[in-house]
């Protein structure tokens, strides 16, 4: 199976996670990764697999023959191989709200994690990658001045923090306001009265991040800072 870019027609091969990930998604959810060369969203839907695998009918005109030029050359093109679902660590106390915040996260073609303490989730923190981090001010049982793993994502190097998309959820914040969400070191603040609504907030809100930040963290780590 291999999937074109629909930005620079790149050809990328799929990983085994990438297509069992396709094969769970329900109708009319997507699931967005990031194009190796242009790092631009991919956007693949439950179809995607369908369409790459449909065979030619006898009354397609076949194919030219391949270009066999890197036989003199010696060198070729592979496919690239693109692996990773972008992971959402969600910190947030089991029941209604994480299953609205869970559903939301994975329509926009994120993968779930969760965690049970600061602990863990700092753990998890140093081993995996995580596009975004969504944490509630009453995961930990006390204010979020005094959350260890809110204290430990405000220590965080910028050379790792830049890249994750920090969301804070609680009954205290006045949801898009971008001050407050720049006052608690996040990306993003909600108030409990609209996490029904997360799903159409996200699909504002971190376009809206990638449109400011997006060719910056590109230009960042294509040089390794």
Same mark, same amino acid.
């Given at each position: 199976m291999t999937i074109i870019c629909q930005n620079c027609s790149k050809k990328l091969k799929p990983s085994s996670k990438i297509i069992k990930g396709i094969e769970r998604l329900a109708p009319g959810r997507t699931l967005r990764l990031p194009c190796p060369q242009c790092k631009e969203p991919i956007i693949l839907d439950s179809n995607s697999l369908k369409s790459s695998s449909k065979q030619p009918t006898s009354s397609v005109k076949p194919p030219p023959p391949p270009d066999i030029t890197w036989l003199k050359e010696g060198t070729f093109e592979e496919e @690239?191989?693109? @692996?990773?679902? !972008?992971?959402?660590?969600?910190?947030? !106390?089991? $029941?209604? @709200?994480?299953?609205?915040?869970?559903?939301?996260? +994975?329509?926009? $073609? #994120?993968?779930?994690? %969760?965690?049970?303490?600061? +602990?863990?989730?700092?753990?998890?923190?140093? %081993?995996?990658? %995580?596009?975004s981090v969504i944490l509630h001010t009453e995961f930990s049982g006390e204010s979020l001045e005094k959350s260890t793993f809110h204290t430990f994502m405000r220590n965080m190097s910028m050379l790792k923090r830049r890249f994750i998309f920090y969301i804070l959820i609680g009954p205290d914040f006045s949801?898009? #306001?971008?001050?407050?969400?720049?006052?608690?070191?996040?990306?993003?603040?909600?108030?409990?009265?609209?996490? !029904?609504?997360?799903?159409?907030?996200?699909?504002?809100a971190i376009p809206r991040y990638e449109e400011l930040f997006g060719s910056l963290m590109a230009e960042i780590s294509a040089y390794g800072g």
């Open positions: @690239e191989v693109i @692996e990773d679902i !972008p992971q959402t660590l969600i910190l947030v !106390p089991p $029941g209604r @709200e994480r299953d609205i915040i869970t559903k939301a996260i +994975e329509s926009i $073609g #994120y993968q779930a994690s %969760f965690a049970d303490s600061d +602990e863990e989730a700092m753990e998890k923190m140093q %081993f995996e990658n %995580f596009a949801t898009l #306001y971008d001050l407050e969400a720049l006052a608690r070191s996040a990306n993003l603040v909600v108030n409990d009265r609209e996490v !029904p609504e997360l799903l159409t907030i996200l699909r504002k």
